[in-house]
């Protein structure tokens, strides 16, 4: 199937109380979507990236209680897994849809990311549009807005990384579930593709 954007239904579907029903609520109405966003969008990561990048969308095949509070897809440049590699990806929680870069807490690429922060905090600065996040914790949907990120915040977040075990950092955009552009398949897609290749330095300094 043909990337077609979200609905006001799929964000839902993230509120349906219990595992077993909102599981099967996130198979039904998302899961398809993001698998077709992900054929879509590997060939031009993969060019952009200059290697090749897979997609994964999450299973929640751990849970066996509690319900996801969040879903996405995910690109790296292995066919096996990405959470211990720095990636790319598309989500949503019930309130927005999220898309990022990111170098989690399993992964052994954060303190060379912190060190690209630290050498070229400036030109991160100058990188990053003000409108997009940042945050340390992919299981929360809160951040903070770029534009509230001075040079010491920057660094605190770098210094956080190499110290705490359990740290992380994301980046990019945040589109808020009544948002238009989310109905729109081709323009979102456009979106995104433009987010990543913006997010392209941190992905390439985080090696």
């Known amino acids: 199937m043909a990337f077609t954007g979200f609905t006001s239904p799929d964000f839902d579907s993230l509120n349906i109380p219990g595992l077993e029903p909102r599981m099967k609520a996130i198979i039904a109405n998302i899961r398809p979507k993001l698998e077709a966003l992900g054929g879509e969008i590997a060939p031009y990561l993969s060019a952009l990236c200059g290697e090749e990048m897979f997609p994964h969308v999450a299973r929640h095949a751990r849970r066996t209680i509690n319900p996801p509070n969040d879903t996405w897809i995910a690109w790296s440049s292995s066919k096996r897994g990405y959470k211990a590699l720095p990636h790319f990806q598309v989500g949503m929680f019930s309130t927005h849809l999220f898309v990022i870069f990111a170098v989690i807490y399993e992964s052994p690429n954060k ?97």
Not at 126 to 131: A, R, V, W, Y
Not at 182 to 189: E, S
Request: with cysteine; aromatic share 8%.
């Open 111 to 207: 303190e060379a990311i912190a060190k690209y922060l630290e050498k070229h905090t400036a030109q991160v600065q100058k990188l990053i549009p003000s409108d997009f996040y940042w945050s340390t914790d992919h299981m929360k949907p809160e951040g903070s807005l770029h534009r509230d990120m001075d040079k010491n915040a920057l660094l605190q977040m770098a210094d956080k990384l190499k110290t705490v075990k359990k740290s992380e950092l994301l980046c990019g955009l945040r589109l808020d579930r009544d948002h238009p552009l989310l109905q729109d398949g081709a323009g979102l897609t456009g979106t995104i593709e433009q987010t990543f290749e913006t997010l392209l330095p941190l992905y390439k300094g985080s090696f």
